[in-house]
């Protein structure tokens, strides 16, 4: 069974950096699409990163435009973890956080990563408070 939990969430001022864990179960972080992404109140749930692909072939790291120059996704095979660093946060940071995958994975299309619709594997969510 295919399970995500987030963790990491909580209240920091802007500027400051958070680390994000998704720790999953029910497959293995050797071929897999994780994605990230984050609802702001009253606003849909938008793609901010994804890491896909397989140690066979190759993976592959897509980042939306606004925010590529302050975050990272990157996995922990040994704890069947993936990780989503952000730094320099803002306050339009503010929302719920969530992990998601798909099965079969996506491989190297950035579109279909980045895009909600297409995960059918949700995490429950972690709240990011931003302050000034």
């Known amino acids: 069974q295919v399970q995500l939990v987030e963790s990491g969430g909580g209240l920091v001022q802007a500027g400051d950096s958070l680390r994000l864990s998704c720790l999953v179960s029910g497959f293995t972080l050797d071929k897999f699409t994780i994605g990230w992404f984050r609802q702001a109140p009253g606003n849909e749930r938008d793609g901010i990163g994804c890491l896909t692909g397989s140690a066979r072939a190759a993976y592959f790291e897509y980042y939306a435009d606004s925010v590529k120059d302050r975050i990272r996704i990157f996995r922990d095979a040994a704890k069947n973890t993936v990780i989503l660093q952000m730094n320099n946060l803002q306050t339009e940071d503010t929302g719920v956080y969530y992990c998601?995958?798909?099965?079969?994975?996506?491989?190297?299309?950035?579109?279909?990563?980045?895009?909600?619709?297409?995960?059918?594997?949700w995490g429950q969510g972690t709240q990011v408070t931003v302050s000034s």
């Open positions: 998601a995958t798909v099965q079969p994975i996506f491989g190297d299309n950035r579109r279909k990563c980045l895009s909600a619709s297409g995960f059918n594997y």
